[in-house]
């Protein structure tokens, strides 16, 4: 308790002595600024009134005119400021004005003040009442704070003169002592209060100590009893690690693996119920002592290079050692097992056994050698697959082949691997497929190293790969054989087509001669009533009855001249083969001119085509000799299709309008219609619904591959009892070039 009341006294006392401190050296610092303000307002007043030019002439004393000037001007600037007193200097330190006359005139040379002021530093002082003013050297009746300024010129910066003044600080000082009394007489009480509140406790925490006494002496007491009964919960405890031993037991049943705990002879100190289950069913558990026992069914410790000893390894080495066993399961069928032998020391770092888990992994080892076969069927794929296969990085660059690819390329297996795929192009158009991320299937023509050159249908996917992120798989047939085969296909396809024509001009061939027929007879008429005229050209003026007619045979024979050469020039564009060119078309005017041609069949006699086209319908680009084989095909099923029927008054509407980016043509008839088993299979080569002999099988098929290859799509639309309708749809701009010349 002395101890605080000395530390709180010491404390207290040093708080309050920074305290005076800190207050007093405040009011040093606000006073200065304060009256260095003033007194810098106050000389540039003078200075504004000419007191630089007085203090320039460097005169002893100042005139009665200048001394009123002065005077009147510290008058009005001072009228609210606690000012007592204002003094002038000379550059030779003598007081040239001062708000007391008497000191006017006398030297100022001791003055601290004034010669710092002289050598253009401002200073300042504050001197309490009744002390000594340090730079006057005189004692102060009041308490004052003065301060010294130079005045220097405004334009060379020379020191001509002091400004100082005395402000009168008294009641200042006076209410700062009285607060500090206030402060003292506070902390006093504080003290005070302290002390009182510190004796207080001392007393009472005495009291409480005492009392505290009584108590330990009462809980030594109930510790004794205590005890007593800890030595009976020992027992107990004693009785509930038995129990957590069961729990243990139950801990490791819970592991799938077959645990055992082996002490250093081989017995087994603790094991789960995974490795009670190797042993068999059909045996005493009991007589399976050793760790030998259940894994290796014999009754000596494993030894030797066939049957290593893990538990001799951790025994030898200290550490935890891994081996592959062949063990027994339940029903001694022989398991191969991943033994992880751990060792077990005691608190003093004696030896005491091994914890060894087994872990089964018979199916694991079938799965691996399941894979190496797997692997080695693959290889022996690659080796005999016919096509050329090759796998690439993210760059396309080779990094191996099987032999079908050194075949195709003409090169080793070393020659290909490390070379970039791009080189075996032989066109740059070709390299889109090998853009990065890019998969797909392109036909391009290739080269082998040898320069020779070569089709083929080139597959690009992605090769996915743990250690590589980006590669591919590159699969390359040679199809140099089937290019040729399809160019020979195409020339009998083109032969079909010609045939086709020449057989649908061998139906038209009646309809042709009775249409050239009555061209022939009205010119056979006009040319005789010609000659007849010609016969009376001799008789008199007016005696020939024939002349009035002559015009009207000349235009008749004119007409029908024009009309059988148009229908002979219709049949010869049919028949004549076409140059397999693209060309913007006019699908209306083709429709227009094959539904024209086919009313020359005698079968059309009968049937009325409704054709409603579309008159905005945009051009195409196509082959127009192809495409009137597709409408000449479709319009003569749809025209079989109606006659089955009833025979007469049967329409074929023939309808086209713009479906999007393309067109749509569709053929109509009303006739049986088709089963959708039928539906299947109409596009298919040689599958014909007409009797034999009367249709190939082939008209459909062909009409598919020609609007496949235009980009186009053919669909049937086709009900039992209600007739079909082909939709042909054709795209408006055909973006790849390449399709209907390939």
């Given at each position: 308790?002395?101890?605080s009341?000395?530390?709180m006294?010491?404390?207290?006392?040093?708080?309050?002595?920074?305290?005076?401190?800190?207050?007093?050296?405040?009011?040093?610092?606000?006073?200065?600024?304060?009256?260095?303000?003033?007194?810098?307002?106050?000389?540039?007043?003078?200075?504004?009134?000419?007191?630089?030019?007085?203090?320039?002439?460097?005169q002893?004393?100042?005139?009665?005119?200048e001394?009123?000037?002065?005077?009147?001007?510290?008058?009005?600037?001072?009228?609210?400021?606690?000012?007592?007193?204002?003094?002038v200097?000379?550059?030779?330190?003598?007081?040239?004005?001062?708000?007391?006359?008497?000191?006017?005139?006398?030297?100022?040379?001791?003055?601290?003040?004034?010669?710092?002021?002289?050598?253009?530093?401002a200073?300042?002082?504050?001197?309490?009442?009744?002390?000594?003013?340090?730079?006057?050297?005189?004692?102060?009746?009041?308490s004052?704070?003065?301060?010294?300024?130079?005045?220097?010129?405004?334009?060379?910066?020379?020191?001509?003169?002091?400004?100082?003044?005395?402000?009168?600080?008294?009641?200042?000082?006076?209410?700062?002592?009285?607060?500090?009394?206030?402060?003292?007489?506070?902390?006093?009480?504080?003290?005070?209060?302290?002390?009182?509140?510190?004796?207080?406790?001392?007393?009472?925490?005495?009291?409480?100590?005492?009392?505290?006494?009584?108590?330990?002496?009462?809980?030594?007491?109930?510790?004794?009893t205590?005890?007593a009964?800890?030595?009976?919960?020992?027992e107990?405890?004693?009785?509930?690690?038995?129990?957590?031993?069961?729990?243990?037991?139950?801990?490791?049943?819970?592991i799938?693996?077959?645990?055992?705990?082996?002490?250093p002879?081989?017995?087994?100190?603790?094991?789960n119920?995974?490795?009670?289950?190797?042993?068999?069913?059909?045996?005493?558990?009991?007589?399976f002592?050793?760790?030998?026992?259940?894994?290796?069914?014999?009754?000596?410790?494993?030894?030797g290079?066939?049957?290593?000893?893990?538990?001799?390894?951790?025994?030898?080495?200290?550490?935890?050692?891994?081996?592959?066993?062949?063990?027994?399961?339940?029903?001694?069928?022989?398991?191969?097992?991943?033994?992880?032998?751990?060792?077990?020391?005691?608190?003093?770092?004696?030896?005491?056994?091994?914890?060894?888990?087994?872990?089964?992994?018979?199916?694991?080892?079938?799965m691996?050698?399941?894979?190496?076969?797997?692997?080695?069927?693959?290889?022996?794929?690659?080796e005999?697959v016919?096509?050329?296969?090759?796998?690439?990085?993210?760059?396309?660059?080779?990094?191996?082949?099987?032999?079908?690819?050194?075949?195709?390329?003409?090169?080793?297996?070393?020659?290909?691997?490390?070379?970039?795929?791009?080189?075996?192009?032989?066109?740059e158009?070709?390299l889109?497929?090998?853009?990065?991320?890019?998969?797909?299937?392109?036909?391009?023509?290739l080269?082998?190293?040898?320069?020779?050159?070569?089709?083929?249908?080139?597959?690009?996917?992605?090769?996915?790969?743990?250690?590589?992120?980006?590669?591919?798989?590159?699969?390359?047939?040679?199809?140099?054989?089937?290019?040729?085969?399809?160019?020979?296909?195409?020339?009998?396809?083109?032969?079909?087509?010609?045939?086709?024509?020449?057989?649908?001009?061998?139906?038209?061939?009646?309809?042709?001669?009775?249409?050239?027929?009555?061209?022939?007879?009205?010119?056979?008429?006009?040319?005789?009533?010609?000659?007849?005229?010609?016969?009376?050209?001799?008789?008199?003026?007016?005696?020939?009855?024939?002349?009035?007619?002559?015009?009207?045979?000349?235009?008749?024979?004119?007409?029908?001249?024009?009309?059988?050469?148009?229908?002979?020039?219709?049949?010869?564009?049919?028949?004549?083969?076409?140059?397999?060119?693209?060309?913007?078309?006019?699908?209306?005017?083709?429709?227009?001119?094959?539904?024209?041609?086919?009313?020359?069949?005698?079968?059309?006699?009968?049937?009325?085509?409704?054709?409603?086209?579309?008159?905005?319908?945009?051009?195409?680009?196509?082959?127009?000799?192809?495409?009137t084989q597709?409408?000449?095909?479709?319009?003569?099923?749809?025209?079989?299709?109606?006659?089955?029927?009833?025979?007469?008054?049967?329409?074929?509407?023939?309808?086209t309008?713009?479906?999007?980016?393309?067109?749509?043509?569709?053929?109509?008839d009303?006739?049986?219609?088709?089963?959708?088993?039928?539906?299947?299979?109409?596009?298919?080569?040689?599958?014909s619904?007409?009797?034999?002999?009367?249709?190939?099988?082939?008209?459909?098929?062909?009409?598919?591959?020609?609007?496949?290859?235009?980009?186009?799509?053919?669909?049937?639309?086709?009900?039992?009892?209600?007739?079909?309708?082909?939709?042909?749809?054709?795209?408006?701009?055909?973006?790849?070039?390449?399709?209907?010349?390939?």
């Amino acid at each position: 308790m002395i101890i605080s009341i000395v530390g709180m006294t010491v404390l207290l006392a040093s708080l309050l002595y920074f305290h005076l401190e800190l207050s007093e050296g405040y009011l040093k610092v606000h006073l200065d600024t304060q009256n260095k303000n003033l007194a810098i307002v106050l000389r540039n007043s003078l200075l504004a009134e000419g007191l630089e030019t007085i203090l320039l002439k460097d005169q002893k004393q100042l005139t009665k005119q200048e001394h009123e000037k002065i005077s009147i001007t510290l008058e009005n600037e001072l009228r609210w400021v606690p000012v007592v007193k204002v003094k002038v200097y000379s550059k030779d330190a003598m007081v040239l004005f001062s708000t007391k006359q008497d000191e006017i005139g006398q030297s100022a040379k001791n003055n601290k003040g004034v010669h710092s002021s002289l050598a253009g530093k401002a200073i300042s002082g504050l001197v309490h009442r009744n002390n000594v003013n340090d730079f006057d050297n005189l004692i102060e009746t009041f308490s004052l704070h003065q301060q010294y300024i130079p005045v220097k010129n405004q334009l060379t910066k020379e020191t001509l003169g002091v400004f100082e003044i005395y402000t009168d600080v008294s009641k200042i000082l006076s209410n700062f002592e009285g607060k500090q009394k206030v402060i003292f007489w506070a902390i006093g009480g504080i003290l005070m209060t302290f002390y009182l509140a510190l004796a207080f406790s001392f007393f009472g925490t005495h009291r409480l100590l005492r009392k505290e006494t009584l108590q330990r002496q009462k809980h030594l007491n109930e510790l004794q009893t205590i005890h007593a009964e800890l030595e009976q919960r020992v027992e107990q405890r004693t009785a509930e690690l038995d129990k957590s031993k069961t729990f243990l037991q139950s801990v490791i049943d819970g592991i799938s693996n077959p645990l055992l705990v082996i002490r250093p002879d081989f017995t087994i100190a603790l094991m789960n119920k995974a490795a009670i289950n190797l042993i068999p069913p059909d045996q005493d558990k009991n007589n399976f002592r050793y760790c030998y026992q259940i894994s290796h069914r014999r009754n000596e410790p494993c030894s030797g290079p066939d049957h290593p000893c893990s538990f001799a390894q951790v025994k030898q080495d200290g550490c935890t050692a891994r081996l592959r066993h062949t063990h027994f399961d339940a029903n001694n069928q022989p398991i191969l097992v991943d033994l992880v032998s751990t060792p077990l020391y005691s608190s003093s770092g004696e030896f005491e056994g091994v914890i060894e888990v087994q872990h089964d992994v018979t199916q694991m080892v079938k799965m691996q050698a399941g894979l190496e076969q797997s692997k080695a069927r693959l290889l022996a794929i690659m080796e005999n697959v016919p096509d050329a296969i090759l796998t690439c990085d993210s760059n396309y660059v080779i990094q191996s082949n099987n032999p079908a690819a050194q075949k195709l390329f003409n090169g080793r297996e070393g020659n290909l691997t490390g070379k970039k795929f791009t080189l075996f192009f032989s066109e740059e158009t070709s390299l889109s497929i090998l853009q990065p991320g890019k998969i797909g299937q392109i036909v391009a023509i290739l080269k082998g190293l040898n320069g020779n050159q070569f089709s083929a249908d080139i597959w690009v996917g992605p090769l996915h790969s743990s250690v590589e992120k980006s590669s591919y798989i590159i699969v390359v047939r040679d199809i140099t054989q089937r290019i040729k085969a399809q160019r020979e296909l195409e020339t009998t396809r083109q032969l079909y087509f010609h045939k086709e024509k020449m057989a649908a001009i061998g139906q038209l061939a009646a309809g042709i001669l009775h249409e050239v027929g009555n061209p022939i007879a009205a010119i056979a008429g006009a040319a005789s009533e010609l000659k007849s005229v010609n016969e009376c050209s001799g008789n008199p003026v007016g005696d020939c009855p024939f002349k009035d007619s002559v015009g009207e045979n000349i235009n008749l024979i004119d007409e029908q001249t024009i009309r059988l050469a148009k229908i002979t020039r219709e049949i010869a564009d049919f028949a004549s083969p076409k140059p397999r060119e693209r060309e913007l078309l006019d699908l209306n005017g083709l429709l227009q001119s094959t539904a024209r041609l086919l009313t020359f069949d005698r079968r059309f006699s009968a049937i009325k085509m409704d054709l409603q086209l579309d008159k905005n319908l945009p051009a195409i680009v196509g082959v127009a000799d192809q495409l009137t084989q597709v409408f000449m095909n479709l319009m003569i099923n749809a025209m079989d299709a109606s006659i089955s029927v009833n025979g007469e008054n049967e329409t074929i509407q023939l309808e086209t309008q713009q479906d999007g980016d393309r067109v749509q043509i569709s053929i109509t008839d009303r006739g049986h219609g088709m089963s959708k088993e039928i539906q299947n299979h109409i596009l298919e080569p040689f599958f014909s619904t007409k009797p034999v002999g009367k249709g190939s099988g082939l008209g459909l098929s062909i009409c598919d591959s020609i609007v496949h290859t235009h980009g186009g799509v053919l669909n049937i639309d086709s009900e039992e009892g209600k007739g079909t309708t082909f939709h042909v749809f054709l795209p408006i701009d055909l973006i790849d070039s390449e399709i209907i010349n390939r």
